[in-house]
């Protein structure tokens, strides 16, 4: 199966990157841009086949993924309408760009499916959500969700959702790796070295992300294996409930849906 990516930007290349780290082979991942310096070096390092257009790549494709600017994303379907077709699936990565938006312009026929995933597929570890108008267990939108299955988890979701999914797995990692790096200021505070404390902070944030995903306890349950009666850890989080933590990490995502839906 051969996978075409239009558009080889930074969120196009951590998927790729992901994917040749989670088995795929670089001669199966053929890439086109606007700017050939920049898709034809990064091709060569990861061994992919570079494509001197965009009607080329779609032709040799059976999956399309569309990583493009939203501003130019229309005017790239109108140019390779004429190449897709039912046997061929459109993985679209552009923000705002819904599914009855593409089929507009390819046809009520064509199998399209929707992404958002996060910088994570880069290493495997991505949270994707996606959305179609048909079911993702039959071909060909199966083929598309497994490629964000094998870099990471995916979920269903209503378009509706995608503005809230942004905040809580898009833009979350920045503030995930805030609270790492408030973590480790802390370490400083009483003597370790930065990088000391930010291995340690970072190890512990993996390792209870880690416990939330296997453990049948809701995170409070976990909280409270954690605290000891009259215990440091209650002493601690009192004092990080009294600044104001759970209300900041809501103040956030709020902003950011917010901004999401100005946008």
């Keep these: 199966m051969k996978i075409g990516f239009v558009g080889v930007g930074n969120m196009a290349q951590a998927i790729i990157k992901g994917m040749v780290e989670n088995g795929y082979n670089g001669s199966d991942i053929l890439v086109h841009s606007a700017h050939k310096s920049n898709y034809e070096s990064f091709a060569k390092e990861l061994d992919l086949v570079p494509v001197d257009n965009n009607l080329d790549l779609v032709d040799q494709s059976d999956i399309v993924v569309l990583a ?3 501003n130019i ?3 790239v379907l109108d140019e ?3 190449k897709m077709d039912q046997t061929k699936l459109l993985v679209s990565l552009v923000s705002g760009l819904s599914v009855n938006d593409m089929k507009m312009v390819l046809g009520q026929d064509q199998p399209v499916l929707r992404t958002m995933p996060n910088v994570n597929v880069e290493i495997g570890a991505g949270m994707t959500a996606v959305v179609s108008d048909q079911n993702l267990d039959t071909a060909p939108y199966a083929a598309g969700v497994e490629i964000f299955e094998k ?3 995916s979920i269903e979701i209503s378009e509706d959702d995608f503005p809230a999914f942004s905040a809580l797995a898009g833009s ?3 503030y995930v790796y805030l609270f790492i790096d408030a973590l480790s200021r802390a370490g400083v505070k009483y003597g370790f070295t930065k990088e000391t404390a930010t291995k340690i902070a970072a190890q512990v944030v993996a390792g209870s992300a880690k416990m939330v995903q296997e453990s ?3 995170p409070y349950g976990l909280i409270d294996k954690v605290s000891s009666p009259g ?6 989080l009192l004092a990080m409930e009294e600044a104001g933590l759970s209300t900041a990490v809501v103040k956030g995502i709020d902003a950011t849906i917010a901004k999401e839906l100005r946008e």
């Design 151 to 153: 870099i990471g988890s």
């Design 172 to 174: 979350s990692p920045a």
């Design 80 to 82: 390779i309408k004429d």
């Design 73 to 75: 994303a229309l005017i």
């Design 216 to 218: 049948e306890d809701i």
């Design 231 to 236: 215990g440091t850890t209650v002493a601690g």
């Design 68 to 70: 493009v600017k939203p």
